[in-house]
């Protein structure tokens, strides 16, 4: 049974491992304790999930049915009990739904700064705006949005927020700092500084990102289902759109544990993240010594082990320091091109340090390589010229095909990040080429050209329609991106066979060469 002995920090009533007052203890089973929630708790908790506690760790989700869950099994479904939308996307999205009607906005008739589907006034926010502290934060922060939908103390899904883990203790004092605008809170009605703290921590420690089809983060979200569910960095669940879906096959008895922090980052980053964020240190699979090469690090030595073998041909390398080096200013670079505004010296920063990292050895999955690419990828495509250019849209594929092979590494088939890398790999592939060279065939170069190029899209997309089956779930068939990718191999389908076509016609009406035998 692969599961993480570390203590879950989302799950536990805070200050205590003891089940809260609305749940009640039933049986044990060996060293986890079945609990029944109580008191109208946790009403769209599945029967073949179970809520247990354990000693050291805390309460979590495990599987108690009869049959194994299969990858791309929808394990929970609901609608977030709050969420809120990040500033910058509060005019493009409805502040009451997060969707984008075809229809159009309409602003709220109060504040003036969100919108709505259909015409509504946010009281509280309008309350908040007019005593804000400065005009920088007449909108309320997402902790403040979040704070004013939880105000009504008396309902289920409130008494449900409130049984979440709380780091009040521990929270490191920096985080409060972040959030001293809430001082205002008694539009709230939170009124002493530890209720405060208290929803602070809640919120740091609960969310999770509220996201477009596509995986774009748009806000965050609190699901108190999904906060029971522990912590591994090799988890059997993903947790797309505010669904949890099943990563692989997982077996009666085995507990349910997604990923608090991104897993393409390796061990070291890793653990400071949960350290910092949720105050534990992680002891699962992925985090244990272990014999087989991590290819988040690979081929990197480290001060403590400076003998590093390349996983393919397995020879040593041969200059540590200089690889170490390298992974250092590529760390460095890409701290500073993730914080530039213009794109344009990012993008620089970024073309500049991917030779240096790979002529050093560096894989395509190493950390800090895998993330330069996903970000000189964005770069690139957002920096698209008019008109669009076959060298440029070239380097976009080799980069988006690159990211791809790296995370395919690091992540398990079917994680929605790594089928999302396909379906943009796939999608620019297809693009119709600018000026296409004269010779058509692919000569081993990537991409390829003319109808070779979109025979490779349409074997992408297929691989990736493959993937958000799994990682978006097999009721929904992929979910919004897998009906946009269906339509798309249809598209495909037809333009390849109306090169085929082509292709056969010429052939039918070229007259046949005259055969000379030589005697």
Known sequence: MDVSVTRSPMSETAGSTAPSATARTLLHDNEHRRILPEGGLYKELPSRIAMKESAGIGRGLWHQGSTNIRPGNVILSSRPHVFTLSTTYLESH???????????LKRCTGCRKVWYCTPSECTAVQNWSTEAPSEKVSVPSDACSMLGQESCTGSIWAKEIQAMQSNRKLIHPSAVEGHTHLAQSYHYGIMSTADLVDVISRFIINTIALTTPSLTPIGVAVSPLVALINHSCAPNVVVPLVKVVALRNIAPGEEILMSYVDTTLPKSLRQNALTETY???CCCKACIESSEVDPRMCPLPTEKNRISRCTSCRAVISDPDAVMDAARVGQEALDKAASLKDNNKAKIL???????LMSAGLTPSTHPLLAIFKLHQTLLISSFPTPLTQDVLNETIRTAGKYS???????????PVRAMALVELGKLLAVDEPSPPGSQTMNGS???????????AYETLLRARKELLIGFGRQTEGGAVGDDVR?????????????????RNVLEDTPRARITRVE
């Open 350 to 356: 970024t073309t500049n340090i991917i030779p240096v």
């Open 487 to 503: 339509e798309t191999l249809v598209a495909l389908e037809k333009e390849l066979g109306v090169w085929s076509t082509g292709i």
């Open 94 to 104: 409805c502040s009451g739904c997060a969707g984008t009607p075809a229809s159009g």
């Open 446 to 456: 990537f991409p390829p050209s003319g109808p070779a190029r979109l025979k490779v």
């Open 279 to 281: 105050n534990f240190q």
């Open 405 to 415: 092979a790296g995370l395919s590494a690091v992540l398990d088939e079917g994680h």
